[in-house]
């Protein structure tokens, strides 16, 4: 309650959502599955791509809701620095919309 209104959460905030895109060495995976699963995120998709002239990397694309967007960037760049050349990228963008094939569900509700 703001005074004698209560507060009503604007719609179109309520579902922003962000696609994170990142390559990282392939030995860090198991500890970013587990960094992002303690922040509540699922449904990691991982690709092996090769870096150019860095060799084998894994991509990982995941669709996060906006509220988790900074913790979840803060840990892919810290468990993936090793401070060598070719620790690879992380590029987060906003998603405009997800769809949970199985249920139906829309937004985050299917992140």
Do not use: C, W
């Amino acid at each position: 309650m703001f005074g004698n209104v209560a507060y009503v959460p604007d719609p179109d905030q309520m579902h922003i959502m962000k696609m994170i895109t990142a390559v990282v060495r392939p030995f860090k995976l198991d500890d970013l599955r587990n960094a992002m699963a303690e922040l509540g995120v699922q449904g990691v998709t991982v690709t092996e791509v090769l870096e150019d002239g860095f060799g084998p990397r894994v991509k990982l694309e995941v669709a996060v809701a906006d509220s988790v967007l900074e913790p979840v960037l803060e840990a892919i760049a810290n468990i993936s620095r090793t401070g060598r050349v070719g620790d690879g990228s992380i590029i987060a963008g906003e998603l405009e919309q997800a769809i949970r094939i199985r249920t139906g569900e829309t937004g985050n509700a299917a992140t």
